[in-house]
């Protein structure tokens, strides 16, 4: 098989257009070294995913979005040690290649991990992206330990990675975990999760000082544009922020009186930088030990059984809505 389908965009359209996302047939990619060749059969839609969609510019070639994928390897290249033809894998994809929402895709071994045996292919594409944002946050940027105590604040706590966020602080640190969401729905989703209180972001600074009168140790921020003075406010002096997003002429001076540090998470940094990169596969393969274990539950509340391009414009769709709780996958 010299071709295979995919789902693809040509340029930035309204996802409610039926060309945002199409079919099309392109060829099955090669290999590199270190690559494996998976057939994918479930993947999950990001933000990031949205965000590259509506920043597209018109081209002839389709450009295949898509990261977090569960599969099984069909192929392996010359250098591939870790992994063999048959496993069944989670990952979640390198931004500077093409994506998951295709038949087969390549990728380097090295951000590849066996899934977890426990989890079917849908449950298991929900998890890699927002495990391994989530994991670098706490272990890597924060510098959590399973000692560590303080207040961690969690926004958007009922999106896909504050979802893991929450577990993952419960089980493997002592902190108290203060999660934040405004409906009732996403309230009970986050104590579910075990967060240990639940405050409305739409009052963040009255609630977090109410909950924690002597500051925040710890916050992670997805939506950081407007914030930087609460921030400043309810952290505690020498607290640290670790920011998922990139709002642009951020300024972070408010900070400064309390010597806080800012710092950014990107999970896509190590294949970008070709630095470390197994420290992924080896991310993935302690969270599907954790998955196998019952410590960590999939965070898919939506499965859509339609791997096409109309499956995944309502994917995409339910995403841009802003009231997504957990995660959407779409499957075979």
């Known amino acids: 098989m010299t071709t295979m389908t995919a789902i693809g965009a040509f340029t930035a359209l309204p996802i409610d257009d039926p060309d945002a996302l199409q079919d099309v047939r392109v060829d099955v990619p090669e290999l590199r070294p270190h690559d494996v060749l998976v057939r994918v059969h479930a993947v999950s839609v990001n933000p990031v995913d949205i965000k590259r969609r509506r920043g597209l510019q018109p081209s002839a ?197 309390k010597s806080i540090a800012w710092h950014w998470e990107l999970m896509f940094t190590r294949a970008l930088s070709s630095y470390d990169m197994i420290a992924q596969q080896r991310l993935l393969a302690a969270a599907a030990d954790l998955v196998d274990r019952g410590e960590l539950r999939s965070t898919i509340t939506t499965a859509i059984d339609d791997f096409s391009a109309a499956g995944l414009r309502e994917a995409h769709r339910l995403v841009e809505s802003g009231h997504m709780i957990g995660k959407v996958v779409v499957h075979r």
């Open 61 to 257: 070639t389709p450009t295949i979005l898509g990261f977090d994928a569960a599969g099984v390897i069909e192929a392996v290249g010359p250098r591939v040690s870790t992994l063999a033809v048959g496993d069944e894998v989670w990952y979640a994809g390198d931004v500077s290649r093409p994506g998951t929402n295709a038949e087969l895709h390549s990728v380097d071994e090295r951000i590849v991990s066996r899934k977890p045996k426990s989890l079917s292919f849908k449950d298991s594409a929900a998890l890699p992206l927002t495990t391994i944002t989530a994991w670098e946050a706490l272990f890597e940027r924060f510098g959590l330990t399973a000692d560590s105590t303080g207040d961690l604040l969690v926004l958007g706590a009922a999106g896909g990675v504050g979802s893991v966020m929450i577990q993952l602080a419960k089980k493997l640190t002592a902190v108290r975990v203060i999660a934040t969401a405004s409906r009732d729905d996403s309230r009970d989703w986050a104590l579910r999760l075990g967060a240990d209180v639940v405050i409305d972001h739409h009052d963040l600074q009255r609630q977090a000082l109410d909950v924690a009168p002597d500051g925040i140790d710890y916050v992670f921020s997805p939506h950081s544009a407007g914030n930087v003075e609460t921030y400043a406010a309810i952290t505690k002096p020498f607290g640290h922020i670790t920011a998922i997003d990139e709002p642009e002429g951020l300024e972070l001076v408010a900070l400064k009186p």
